[in-house]
């Protein structure tokens, strides 16, 4: 084998991990999301920008707002899962970036002056961190539920402001009966890996 | 400690890797590339759609022509990696998913009918992907180094077509001497996460 992750940690992380569409009640603890994000805030991102943010649904009334902007398929879901995620991607995430890029107080300036610019990049680096997320669940030995059938935009309109772009929602807890569909195929190296 | 992954798991992936900036010539095999690849594909994406591609720069010829479209700053680190690793998304991946998801075969046209949808829904989940692909490198024992600071569209139209869209370009290879920067510091859990 070529790699060196420890075969139970594959298995937690990738092979046997699923993306769940039922969950037990079993709560899902703040200390579980400490926990969770201290693995994860590590993750890469271009210059170190760190954009990703998380809105924690735990109330009754929010969870009630929030599925009015989702797929019907996905609604029921999000109904029943012990806790829910909304992920979004902060544009003015150059604000923090003279603390989080100490070596290159001024980089917010060169490369981040324009809005535009600052959206592309949130939207990157706060998709990457949402993997980064997705697998930190995994870490606790919970399953993840991300879903993009929603409205975006209503939800961002509902629970963020302008200046955050919605990306996904997840659902977070232990599996529950019958959580997942078989495993789909995936493509092979040579469908996705060119060699020049 | 609310984390089942193993800590030498957790060092290997997030807390001790870190974006290599400098390689020894040690080479990276296609071997590696297939184990990393065997692992990563499992992470999840919507409807199974798997839109990232990868372009393995292995010619010096190639090299240098995509240098040429690099931050002066990135360009040596990418002269001198063992391997180079063009993402990018296919926003024409929905050709592929009557295979990829057989219980619902006509996804396509529900979901992805309009381009401008496969691109939005391309750029999100190869990214995510991406991030697994970072987390794959890492997998191997090999550190990555991950770069946006290039022209994405310039390489698009050096090496692809106008079906896809460049996300990054990534160094691989194990670190060499004064390979990174200090660790930067990262957000509270205060500054990204609000429970509503």
Redesign the interface.
Known sequence: ??????P???D????E?R?ANTFTDEPV?D??????????????T?F?Q?P????????QE?RERLVQHMHEKNAPKTLTAPLVAILSADNEFQA?LP?????FPNAAEVFYSERSEREQ?A??NA??????F??GI????LA?G????IDQAAIQKE?LDDDHTV??VVNIGKPGEDAW??R????E?D??????
Chains 1, 2 share one sequence.
């Open positions: 084998m070529s790699l060196v992750l420890d139970a940690a594959q937690l992380l990738f092979r991990a993306t603890s200390e579980q999301i400490q926990a969770i994000y201290d693995l994860i805030k590590f993750g890469p271009a170190n760190s990703l943010r998380i809105t924690l649904v735990r109330s929010a923090e603390y989080l890029l100490p070596f990049a939207s990157l998709a990457l961190q949402s993997a980064y997705i697998l995994r870490a606790a030995g993840a991300p879903m993009t059938g629970f990306l996904m569909f078989p789909s195929p995936r493509l190296l469908q996705v890996v060119t060699t020049i």
